[in-house]
């Protein structure tokens, strides 16, 4: 069984022992920790301490010189490093201004991976559409589980703030996206996820997709009452959400 | 001072931009008159063209609901079985309310095109308030979709599953809704009513709460 | 709640209000709205919609008065949103419909540095604020003596949001914190001069809405960056002003308690109980009834139950929590004056 001993960057160590409180979380992160090299280790501790120009570097110097598989930094490295900052901010240890630098973070290194993952003609696990409901401007949740989603392999179209329910449809449609993400930050605009949930069956579509809802005034009982598919509590969650939600389709599909 | 608002009892759905009119708010309210429960379609706007609007809306509603017109002259409905199927109610509502109704509207027939059936899928009324839902061609994608409009149905229109027959469902008042069966084929075909026991017991606990259920 | 010895005899819903934010004895609970009440039915009722009513005084003035004049509320408070004066700034308003509100276009920033921030010269004159100012007027002469008439000024925090875009602004206070308070010192100016001239146009009180939340900044960040600005606007401007922050506060509760404004609007994430117990009678507590789950979904009963909770805590004002949902049933708004006197009545109580 993995030992944090055997995690040979101190701050990642350090950020575990602190910060990772549950005990069947921390077995995980240790064990993940424990396979990767440490220079991945290196950039996951860059991420967790929000050092883009670090990450940046590193991302280069491990595509470059150590000729590392840009999958495997993405995975080893990059995400790995957003999951310890995701688990910070669930129990509020770190409040968004944090994890936006830890996201600059991870998009510094992600410029270096994206274009070699699209050029490699990999086959996303799904596409999502992801937008913030009509009448909410904010975005910053949506564009953390956008990073995270494309980081796990998903093709994710994004629709933007203040997005209709046509635009939804319509992006939908275009691009043949199985999951549909919401996003809400304010309790005026949560009733507008119902909105469009409603005008997907009006469009006689809605069985076509997967809806999951989130945002900070969003809970189970409202996304329940308007029969989204899913509710994520933050960015990390999405991910596994996400792919939940495919494999669902998939079984759907066979019948 | 005066209010000029009204104690029309509780507002159950409310339509809050009508392009067809003005961008008038469109409520339907419910009160509790003896035993029965009556609503209302009511806007509070004066605008031209609105007390026109809400009569077609109430008319559009009695065909597509089977409601009926309460004798107090004052535009109030009931069922006819004396029960009240709030959630179809306030979905055909909704639904009536995007119409141009000019010309009024019709019945929607017990029957209707499935495209992932490949054919039209029955309503048939079995008497009792019990529907059967079959699909027109014997495939099992038909018999598939038959039973997906079926739990669609329970959930929309709050039905009670017939044990040991998935494409049946009846109403808990024990009287035929031949209006609104075909008024929500449409969208039972479209809701993904998956039957998952717990979340169907757990929302009904979550999401109905006492006063609710008068 | 101060506890009187002797009956207090009965009072306007303005003496009511003031009193309850000078923490002193009232004949009954205030019930107040810091925030907006507008439902799409009441604009049917009075022909005054949305966006309009945010762009004509006589409209916004005449919506407004519905929160008194058929919700029974002891408050008129006509600034509906949050972005009046984001307007005259030069931040890109999306106006909206009538069911649904204008929002400034964050994505479209109008500052990125300090030397940046300008106050215009039609900052009072401007189309979006002058309708505020000509709306308390109206209101002031109409219903002055009756209720509280409660203006709203957007404090340096919310309007670095509308004018930075969120995340840059949230990231500077991380690279640059100094940056930060320089942009926060100089966007004040903004807040004092709209708030000072809703004053003199006839409010009694104003709203300050600065959206420093739980759900996206630390405590200690509201007291690194806040704190001490919220303590000067006491001094700067000069009537009761109730600080309102959405979301987690109760963990900044304390050092909002320090700032020796009359009252706090509380989100319903933060319990009655929890946060009387932090405030103390420091300063008063206005809320906390739950828009999307109780006042927009559930019933009268409902809304009742949340009223009673906060009375039972004690709690000085009672209203909804945030604005209101637009499609806010109007029988769920009336229960709240209704819940608070019927509470008093079964008490026989005075406060």
């Given at each position: 069984m993995a030992e944090l001993s055997d995690i040979k960057n101190e701050t990642v160590r350090q950020e575990i022992e602190e910060y990772i409180q549950r005990e069947d979380e921390r077995a995980e992160i240790v064990s993940l920790y424990s396979r990767t090299s440490p220079l991945m280790q290196e950039i996951a501790a860059g991420i967790i301490g929000g050092k883009n120009k670090l990450v940046d570097e590193l991302t280069r110097r491990a595509l470059n010189d150590e000729k590392i598989d840009a999958l495997v930094i993405m995975d080893d490295g990059l995400i790995a490093g957003m999951a310890i900052v995701g688990i910070k901010f669930r129990e509020n240890f770190i409040f968004v201004p944090e994890v936006l630098s830890c996201a600059r973070a991870m998009k510094a290194g992600m410029a270096h991976i994206d274009p070699i993952l699209s050029a490699s003609g990999v086959e996303p696990l799904g596409r999502v559409v992801m937008g913030t409901v009509k009448g909410d401007m904010h975005d910053i949740g949506k564009n953390l589980c956008i990073m995270m989603l494309r980081g796990a392999g998903f093709e994710v179209f994004d629709l933007g703030v203040d997005t209709s329910p046509d635009e939804f449809i319509d992006a939908v449609e275009e691009h043949d996206a199985k999951i549909v993400g919401m996003s809400a930050l304010l309790t005026t605009t949560m009733p507008n996820m119902a909105k469009t949930i409603e005008a997907f069956i009006d469009a006689d579509i809605r069985d076509d997709v997967k809806v999951m809802v989130g945002g900070a005034p969003v809970t189970p009982d409202f996304a329940l009452e308007m029969d989204a598919d899913s509710y994520g509590d933050n960015a990390v969650e999405c991910v596994e959400i996400a792919k939940k939600l495919m494999s669902e389709i998939k079984s759907e599909t066979r019948g | 001072m005066t209010q000029q608002t009204l104690e029309l009892g509780r507002r159950i759905e409310l339509y809050s931009r009508d392009?067809?009119?003005?961008?008038?708010?469109?409520?339907?309210?419910?009160?509790?008159?003896?035993?029965?429960?009556?609503?209302?379609?009511?806007?509070?706007?004066?605008?031209?063209?609105?007390?026109?609007?809400?009569?077609?809306?109430?008319?559009?509603?009695?065909?597509?609901?089977?409601?009926?017109?309460?004798?107090?002259?004052?535009?109030?409905?009931?069922?006819?079985?004396?029960?009240?199927?709030?959630?179809?109610?306030?979905?055909?509502?909704?639904?009536?309310?995007?119409?141009?109704?000019?010309?009024?509207?019709?019945?929607?027939?017990?029957?209707?095109?499935?495209?992932?059936?490949?054919?039209?899928?029955?309503?048939?009324?079995?008497?009792?308030?019990?529907?059967?839902?079959?699909?027109?061609?014997?495939?099992?994608?038909?018999?598939k979709r038959a039973e997906a409009m079926t739990r669609g149905f329970v959930k929309l229109c709050e039905m009670e599953p017939i044990a040991g027959h998935k494409n049946q469902a009846a109403f808990s008042c024990g009287v035929s809704h031949d209006n609104l069966i075909g008024s929500l084929m449409f969208r039972a075909q479209n809701l993904r009513a998956v039957m998952r026991e717990e979340a169907m017991n757990a929302s009904r606990g979550i999401l109905s709460s006492p006063s609710q259920q008068e | 709640m101060f506890e009187a010895t002797q009956p207090i005899p009965s009072m306007t819903g303005r003496e009511r209000v003031l009193a309850a934010l000078r923490g002193e004895p009232v004949d009954r609970t205030p019930v107040c709205n810091p925030t907006s009440v507008a439902t799409v039915e009441l604009m049917d009722l009075v022909d005054a919609h949305f966006p309009e009513a945010n762009r004509d005084a006589e409209k916004m003035a005449r919506l407004a008065a519905t929160g008194y004049t058929e919700l029974g509320f002891d408050t008129i408070m006509p600034v509906f949103t949050i972005i009046q004066e984001s307007s005259p700034l030069g931040c890109k308003i999306q106006w909206e419909t009538?069911?649904?509100?204008?929002?400034?276009?964050?994505?479209?920033?109008?500052?990125?540095?300090?030397?940046?921030?300008?106050?215009?010269?039609?900052?009072?004159?401007?189309?979006?604020?002058?309708?505020?100012?000509?709306?308390?007027?109206?209101?002031?002469?109409?219903?002055?003596?009756?209720?509280?008439?409660?203006?709203?000024?957007?404090?340096?925090?919310?309007?670095?949001?509308?004018?930075?875009?969120?995340?840059?602004?949230?990231?500077?206070?991380?690279?640059?914190?100094?940056?930060?308070?320089?942009?926060?010192?100089?966007?004040?100016?903004?807040?004092?001069?709209?708030?000072?001239?809703?004053?003199?146009?006839?409010?009694?009180?104003?709203?300050?809405?600065d959206h420093a939340t739980g759900d996206l900044v630390s405590g200690e960040y509201y007291k690194r960056f806040l704190r001490d600005m919220h303590i000067e606007f006491v001094d700067l401007i000069p009537c009761p002003l109730i600080l309102h922050i959405c979301g987690r506060t109760v963990d900044r509760m304390e050092y909002i308690a320090q700032t020796g404004m009359s009252a706090f609007h509380f989100d319903s994430k933060n319990t009655p109980q929890e946060s009387v117990e932090v405030v103390k009678d420091r300063i008063a507590l206005i809320g906390n009834i739950n828009n999307p789950e109780t006042l927009y979904s559930k019933g009268p009963e409902e809304v009742r139950e949340e009223v009673y909770k906060n009375l039972e805590s004690s709690v000085p004002l009672i209203g909804p929590e945030c604005a209101i949902p637009l499609q806010t049933p109007i029988e769920n708004l009336k229960e709240i004056p209704k819940a608070v006197s019927e509470w008093h009545a079964d008490r026989g109580s005075v406060v």
């Open positions: - | 392009p067809n009119c003005h961008d008038i708010s469109v409520a339907l309210y419910r009160r509790k008159v003896g035993q029965s429960q009556y609503v209302l379609v009511h806007t509070y706007s004066l605008v031209d063209g609105g007390k026109q609007r809400v009569n077609e809306i109430a008319n559009a509603l009695m065909t597509r609901t089977g409601l009926e017109l309460v004798n107090d002259g004052e535009g109030w409905l009931r069922f006819p079985c004396d029960g009240f199927h709030q959630r179809a109610l306030t979905r055909t509502f909704l639904d009536v309310c995007k119409l141009v109704l000019d010309d009024g509207v019709e019945a929607e027939p017990l029957k209707r095109i499935d495209k992932k059936a490949g054919c039209h899928l029955i309503a048939t009324d079995l008497g009792q308030g019990v529907y059967r839902f079959d699909a027109e061609e014997s495939s099992e994608a038909g018999q | 009538k069911d649904n509100w204008p929002t400034v276009r964050m994505d479209e920033p109008i500052w990125t540095e300090p030397e940046d921030i300008k106050i215009p010269s039609d900052l009072l004159t401007h189309q979006d604020t002058k309708c505020v100012l000509d709306a308390i007027s109206i209101l002031k002469k109409k219903y002055g003596d009756e209720v509280a008439i409660i203006g709203k000024t957007m404090g340096p925090w919310t309007l670095g949001y509308h004018c930075f875009g969120v995340e840059p602004f949230l990231l500077m206070s991380l690279d640059d914190p100094d940056k930060m308070m320089v942009c926060l010192e100089k966007m004040k100016e903004i807040t004092i001069q709209f708030g000072v001239a809703q004053i003199e146009a006839g409010a009694d009180a104003l709203t300050l809405p």
